[in-house]
């Protein structure tokens, strides 16, 4: 057996909690790198995601989409940028 190989799941889902898309990436892939697939002709109000999906890039597409990211900013972030957490 090859031990230590894992897969991460990343599950897109509507604001009723109804999956929408599911895309598994290696596990030592970061969440940034499923995201554009996983948003990839998405509409809707906003994109609530963890910190974990805390990416320049991400936020461009979530904006360029016409939608609003709700991501907590990671520590390493220099400048935080405000979310709300409610």
């Known amino acids: ?16 909690g109804r999956p929408l898309r599911v895309i ?5 892939a970061h969440d940034v790198k499923g995201a554009p697939a996983l948003l990839e002709g998405v509409e809707g109000g906003s994109v609530i995601a963890d910190k ?3 990416s320049n ?3 461009e597409i979530i904006a360029e989409a016409g ?9 390493s972030r ?3 940028i405000p979310h709300d957490p409610v």
Request: proline share 8%; glycine share 10%.
């Open 1 to 16: 057996s090859r031990g230590g190989l894992t897969t991460k799941i990343h599950l897109l889902a509507d604001a009723l």
């Open 24 to 28: 598994l990436t290696p596990g030592q």
């Open 52 to 54: 974990g999906y805390d």
């Open 57 to 59: 890039e991400v936020r």
């Open 67 to 75: 939608m609003q990211a709700v991501i907590p900013s990671r520590r």
């Open 78 to 80: 220099k400048v935080p």
